[in-house]
Nanobody
Framework: QVQLVESGGGSVQAGGSLRLSCAASGRTRGKYAVGWFRQAPGKERDFVAAISWSGGNADFADSVKGRFTISRDNAKNTVYLQMNSLKPEDTAVYYC?????????????????WGQGTQVTVSS
């Protein structure tokens, strides 16, 4: 089992930045990919970004390319999502998820473990 805890959410004006963290605990000795997803009220959970265990491979949703970056510090069992140039449409609850393996994955059902989410609100 892997437990995930997100932090770093909050309220920011359009054009601002936030950095989300996803801290893993439990059975973290294996290689695992991490993904970030977001869900706005009344909408489905959408893919945002994903990173492989090595950090050498990453993927982003088209809506965040060029604005968001993803990185990880395996010594700290933490993955970061740096969000710049935020827009009101980025407002959502952001979740991180983990899956054992060497790849990186963009579909929610690929992941086995989920955090509780952190709210991000961007005002215009």
């Amino acid at each position: 089992q892997v437990q995930l805890v997100e932090s770093g959410g909050g309220s920011v004006q359009a054009g601002g930045s936030l950095r989300l963290s996803c801290a893993a605990s439990g059975r973290t000795r294996g290689k695992y990919a991490v993904g970030w997803f977001r869900q706005a009220p009344g909408k489905e959970r959408d893919f945002v970004a994903a990173i492989s265990w090595s950090g050498g491979n990453a993927d982003f949703a088209d809506s965040v390319k060029g604005r968001f970056t993803i990185s990880r510090d395996n010594a700290k069992n933490t993955v970061y999502l740096q969000m710049n140039s935020l827009k009101p449409e980025d407002t959502a609850v952001y979740y991180c998820a983990a899956k054992y393996g060497n790849g990186w994955y963009s579909r929610p059902y690929d992941y086995d473990y989920w955090g509780q989410g952190t709210q991000v609100t961007v005002s215009s």
